[in-house]
């Protein structure tokens, strides 16, 4: 006689069954928990500040009113100064199928301050993002990059335009400071108000550092950015976004096209190569990938993501 006609049997399954349910509804219950933490950390706006612009003003307003001298202010007013005198070049980088385009923008600043960092929607918080070249449209920027990203993390060190908005040291940071030099530093071992202090002007926090002192820094072929979900590693051949200084208010911006059959991107070392052969003595990567775009009177230069449309960043560097 089979298990199915005996009478005991289906009394003997209804616990089998009881359990399944009840794992399949606890089941249910861890992933739906799991996706609502993942679209609350990573996709939905969590606006912190709602008007970026007007936070730094009223912030260096009050910075203003308070300080006994004229040489901060000297120092941060441009609108007096010569526009940037900015050359923009391509370049290939390697051969065949490994070759790469590169766009330089050589930039001279009469004053660092010309530099400028903007929010997506201007506003400050996670999961913001706006095409590079529509926040170039907003501020009214000439040329613009992509910048950090700071807006995927809630850690990092992040002083724009001479305001503090985040102090959590995290990772290997770069600062450029008021009289135009640019520096790569460790994030725990300072704090946003000590840096400000010492004239930080801009931070960015996503990295790694790829020159320092004119030398190439070593372990970029193992460098990873953070070890969360979804920018662990930033290893091989990709597009690429990175920030260097040449001297004072002498400043190099690099997006390396990838991903596409004309483009093969660069590594973080050959990244670092293309920054020291410009004569950049401090360099530092930011966000790449889908993110790397250079803007320019208007136009997109490059071939964002190998597929030519812009990916939604956080925030960019511009000059006007």
Do not use: C, K
């Not at 509804?25 to 969590?46: P, Q, S």
């Amino acid at each position: 006689m089979t298990q199915d006609s005996t009478p005991e049997a289906p009394r003997r399954r209804h616990p089998v069954r009881r359990a399944i349910i009840a794992g399949s509804a606890a089941l249910t219950l861890t992933l739906g928990g799991t996706t609502a933490w993942a679209l609350n950390r990573y996709v939905i706006d969590h606006v912190e500040i709602a008007s970026a612009s007007s936070y730094e003003a009223s912030v260096l307003a009050a910075q203003d009113s308070t300080d006994t001298t004229t040489s901060t202010t000297e120092s941060t007013d441009s609108s007096s100064s010569e526009s940037p005198q900015v050359t923009i070049s391509t370049y290939t980088y390697g051969s065949g199928s490994d070759a790469a385009t590169y766009y330089v923008a050589d930039v001279t600043f009469s004053d660092i301050t010309q530099l400028r960092s903007a929010f997506a929607n201007d506003e400050f918080g996670t999961n913001i993002t706006e095409d590079t070249s529509d926040i170039a449209s907003d501020v009214g920027a000439l040329f613009a990059i992509n910048g950090d990203y700071y807006g995927f993390r809630d850690t990092g060190i992040e002083i724009r335009n001479g305001v503090i908005y985040r102090d959590e040291g995290a990772r290997e940071g770069a600062v450029i400071y008021e009289d135009g030099t640019m520096d790569v530093y460790d994030e725990s071992t300072t704090s946003a108000q000590e840096l400000l202090d010492d004239g930080a002007w801009l931070t960015l926090s996503f990295g790694p550092a790829l020159v320092d002192d004119g030398e190439i820094v070593s372990g970029l072929d193992t460098a990873e950015v953070d070890t969360n979900i979804g920018n662990h590693s930033i290893q091989g051949n990709q597009p690429r976004t990175a920030i260097g200084m040449i001297s004072a208010n002498h400043y190099v911006f690099v997006v390396v096209d990838g991903r596409s059959s004309t483009s093969a991107g660069v590594t973080l070392d050959e990244l670092a190569e293309i920054m020291q052969s410009l004569g950049a003595t401090e360099a530092y990567n930011l966000d790449g990938g889908g993110s790397s775009t250079m803007v320019y009177d208007g136009d997109v230069l490059n071939y964002p993501g190998g597929s030519g449309n812009e990916r939604g960043v956080s925030d960019i560097l511009w000059f006007g």
